[in-house]
C-alpha cells in the first residue's frame, strides 16, 4: 500500500479563496483523523470518522470549516472562506481497527495570505 | 485543550547519551503511543503500550507507563545523530476513539 495519500501537500491562497485538502487513507483501515499543526498550538485533532461517518468534529474551529468522507477511501477538508489565521500544516491520518497505531499522510503545508 | 502534554519541550545532549522524555495525560486511556516527526514530514508510529502494561522495549526504545499517576516515559539509549527529530506522545481515550496528542519534544543530538 502507499500509505495515506494527501494533496495537494502545498497550498498558497488569498484570504477569501475556498480551499479543499484531499485524503486517501490506506485501504481497509475504518478511522480517518484530520490534524491541524501549529508551531503555537501543536498538533490539534479537528474531526475523525469512524466507518465514513464523522464521530466527533469538537476540534473545528469555525463553521468556515468543514469535512466529508463520501467513501471509504476519501475525505476532503474545506475552508471557506480561507484566513490567514488559517495557515498551518494539516495531517491526515487513518488507522484499523481501535487501539492501534494511526498511520499519517506527509501534511499539506497551507499558506493563506 | 491537550491531552497530552510533554517534558521537557526540548532537549539537547551528545551523541551516545541515552535521551528521556516524559509525558503526562489527564483523563482514562486505553493505551498510550509514541511518535516521531522529522522536520516537514508526518509522524511515524514508534510504539504502543496498553493501559494494562507497564514497560514496552523496541530495539533502543524503552516505554513506561504508571496509569495511578497518569504519565508515561520514552527512553531512548545510546542516541544517535539520526534520532533528532520531535517526539510526541499520543492517548487513545478510553471510551472515545480519538487520538489526542500532546505539544512534543524537540530532541537534538549534537554529533
Known sequence: ?????????HEVTEMGQEVTLRCKPISGHNSLFWYRQTMMRGLELLIYFNNNVPIDDSGMPEDRFSAK?????????????????????YFCASRGDRGTEAFFGQGTRLTVV | SQQGEEDPQALSIQEGENATMNCSYKTSINNLQWYR?????????????????????????RVTLDTSKKSSSLLITASRAADT??????????GAQ???FGQGTRLTINP
Open chain 1, 1 to 9: 500500500d502507499a500509505g495515506v495519500i494527501q494533496s495537494p501537500r
Open chain 2, 37 to 61: 516527526q522529522n522536520s516537514g514530514r508526518g509522524l511515524v508510529h514508534l510504539i504502543l503500550i496498553r493501559s494494562n502494561e507497564r514497560e514496552k522495549h523496541s530495539g533502543r526504545l
Open chain 2, 98 to 100: 480519538k487520538l489526542v
Open chain 2, 85 to 94: 527529530a520531535s517526539y510526541f506522545c499520543a492517548t487513545d481515550l478510553q
Open chain 1, 69 to 89: 468522507m463520501p467513501n471509504a477511501s476519501f475525505s476532503t477538508l474545506k475552508i471557506q472562506p480561507s484566513e490567514p489565521r488559517d495557515s498551518a500544516v
